[in-house]
């Protein structure tokens, strides 16, 4: 299940899943939100099919 609380957490998403480098700020302290996440959205291999989750998510957008 794929999901979003508005279209700036999607924009969030969107941005993490599709970063080909996913680099940790040294400023960031505790979990941040991409690192709850849960681990199947994080996995490279399923990066197609999360960022076709994103657009059909943001085809629902007002």
């Known amino acids: 299940m794929l999901w979003a609380y508005n279209a700036e957490h999607l924009n969030l998403l969107e941005a ?14 505790g979990q941040t ?17 999360v960022l076709d989750g994103i657009g059909r998510l943001r085809a629902l957008l007002p």
């Not at 993490?16 to 400023?27: D, Q």
């Open 16 to 29: 993490y899943v599709s970063a080909r480098l996913r680099e940790r700020g040294r400023e960031m302290g």
């Open 33 to 49: 939100l991409v690192e709850r996440l849960p681990a199947w959205i994080k996995d490279g291999k399923h990066r197609a099919d």
